[in-house]
């Protein structure tokens, strides 16, 4: 393994990343910056050498905002990139199903499951943002970024509006806000929830996980498994 590697994102930018050192796992434990939702904008940038084939940008400040405006599903994929890049392609961990509550042993190699599509990877679209007419008026919706996941991990509590709102570029030519979208009518809300289901981009870190206890099925989110940062946070007594 070469200590740098280089590939392209979904969107069709080119990077380059190297290999992690141990520094970059202190970024996942400072409080300050799991609580605001800059942690991965740090833990992104401790790995990227290269963007658009130009060396980034020394400026901590300016290499935070470009990584906030990148789409979710490019920095999934680059999250996944560095991921295999420092720690290797196998992914070993317990968790615990949400049905029985009783913990199963995995071993996944993330390199396979991209290359058989078990972990998908969409195209972008080009007719963005999508124009929502409701009944109070129109609402712009739009691929998420950096800037709506670190907005959305800011909040202490998250619900369904909340997640129409990170999707949604304006509403009647302003910057939405969320007492608006709560005198959304139910069936105008289902609209713009339905509008931003179909905007599919980039990696999906979504995977299906089988209880080997009582056989139930479950999705998560790669990132949501402590070992997809540091291995070995819950695999140190795996039975597979």
Same mark, same amino acid.
């Given at each position: 393994m070469?200590?740098t590697?280089?590939?392209v994102?979904?969107?069709g930018i080119? #990077?380059?990343?190297?290999?992690?050192t141990a520094?970059?796992?202190?970024?996942?434990?400072?409080?300050a $910056?799991?609580?605001?939702?800059?942690?991965?904008?740090?833990?992104i940038?401790?790995?990227?050498?290269k963007? !658009? !084939?130009?060396p980034?940008?020394?400026n901590?400040?300016?290499?935070i905002n470009?990584?906030?405006?990148m789409?979710? !599903?490019?920095?999934?994929y &680059? &999250?996944?990139?560095?991921?295999?890049q420092?720690?290797?392609?196998?992914?070993?961990f317990?968790?615990?199903?949400?049905?029985?509550h009783k913990?199963s042993?995995?071993k996944l190699?993330?390199?396979?499951?991209l290359e058989?599509?078990?972990?998908?990877?969409y195209?972008?679209r080009?007719?963005?943002?999508i124009?929502?007419e409701?009944?109070?008026?129109t609402?712009e919706i739009?691929?998420?970024?950096?800037?709506?996941e670190?907005?959305?991990?800011?909040?202490? $509590?998250?619900d369904?509006i909340? &997640?129409?709102?990170a999707?949604c570029?304006?509403f009647n030519?302003k910057a939405p806000?969320?007492?608006?979208?709560?005198? &959304?009518?139910?069936?105008?809300?289902?609209k713009i929830?339905?509008a931003?289901s179909?905007?599919?981009g980039?990696l999906?870190p979504?995977?299906?996980?089988? #209880?080997y206890?009582?056989?139930?099925s479950?999705?998560?989110?790669?990132?949501?498994?402590? $070992?997809?940062?540091t291995?070995l946070?819950?695999?140190?007594?795996i039975?597979?």
């Open positions: 070469t200590d590697e280089k590939f994102l979904p969107s080119e #990077c380059e990343i190297q290999e992690l520094e970059a796992e202190r970024v996942l434990t400072n409080k $910056d799991v609580k605001s939702g800059q942690w991965i904008n740090k833990f940038a401790k790995a990227l050498v963007i !658009g !084939g130009k980034v940008p020394q901590q400040g300016e290499l470009m990584l906030l405006d789409k979710t !599903g490019d920095r999934n &680059l &999250l996944l990139r560095i991921r295999m420092s720690y290797g392609d196998e992914m070993i317990n968790y615990e199903c949400p049905k029985c913990t042993g995995y190699n993330l390199r396979e499951m058989d599509g078990t972990l998908k990877i195209p972008f080009d007719d963005v943002p124009v929502v409701t009944r109070d008026g609402a739009d691929y998420t970024t950096g800037r709506s670190q907005w959305l991990a800011s909040l202490k $509590d998250i369904t909340h &997640l129409a709102l999707a570029k304006s030519g806000e969320y007492k608006d979208f709560c005198k &959304l009518k139910t069936r105008d809300i289902s929830r339905m931003y179909e905007l599919k980039g999906d979504q995977i299906e996980l089988n #209880c206890e009582c056989d139930n479950y999705k998560v989110m790669l990132q949501q498994i402590p $070992d997809f940062f291995p946070t819950t695999a140190g007594s039975g597979l």
